[in-house]
C-alpha cells in the first residue's frame, strides 16, 4: 500500500524557515517524480514543486522560486521542502504527492499544516 | 500562472446530471491535453478522478467524464449520488515544466 506521511510543519514567525518532510513507502520511491502541493485555509490546491527521480530536475510555481527548495534522499525513501523567508500567504496545509507526470497526482499524503503568524 | 476558473458552486438532485466548467487561456487548457481533476472531501487529501482531459483512472467510477473544447475544459457527474458531494479541482499543464489548479467547485447534492 503506498503511503506517503508529512512532517515538520508548524507555527513561525513571518521570514522564519521550516523543514518540511515527507516519509515515503509502498512503492519504489526513486521511480517517481515527486511534489509538493498546498492548500490555504479555506482556499484552492496551487501546485508548489516537482523534482524528478534523480533530484537532476527541480520546477517551482514563481511565488515561491529563491525561497523554497525541493529535495528528495532516494537511500531514506523521502521528499522534502524547505521553506525560507515565510510569508503570511504561505500559510497553508503542504500535501506531499506522487506525480505521475502532466498533471497527474496520484497519491497523497494527509497533509502538514504551516502557519506564518507573529 | 494564474488559477484556472472554476464555478465556485453547483448543485443537483440524486440521479441527475452536473458540468463544472474549468476556464484556462491557450497558453494552459487549450495549449495541451493534460488537463486532470481532484475530488476532495472536507478535511480529506485530494482524489485523482480524470486525467489526460478524458481517462479515469482504475477505480473512479464511469459516472465520472471529461471533455474540453479550446481554452475550457469540463468534468461531468452522471447519476448523481450522496457521496460525490465535495470539491472538484481542475488542474493544467501551464507549459515548462509548471501546472496550475483551478479555483474549486463545491458541489451541492440536494
New interface residues.
Partial sequence: EVQLVESGGGLVQPGGSLRLSCAASGFTFSSYWMSW?RQAPG?????VA?IKQDGS?K?Y???VKGRFTISRDNAKNSLFLQVNSLRAEDTAVY?CARF?G?????Y????TLVTVSS | ?S?LTQPRSVSGSPGQSVTISCTGTSSDVGGYN???W?Q?HPGK????MI??VTKR?SGVPDRFSGSKSGNTASLTISGLQAEDEADY?C???AG?????????TELTVL
Wanted: charged residues 20%; aromatic residues 24%; hydrophobic residues 25%.
Fill in positions: 502541493v482556499k484552492g490546491l496551487e501546485w516537482n530536475e520546477y510555481v514563481d511565488s500535501y505521475r502532466r498533471t497527474d497526482f496520484d497523497w499524503g494527509q497533509g | 500562472q488559477a493534460y488537463v486532470s481532484y476532495q487529501a485530494p482524489k485523482l486525467y489526460d483512472p479541482y488542474c493544467s499543464y515548462s515544466y509548471t501546472l496550475v489548479f483551478g479555483g474549486g
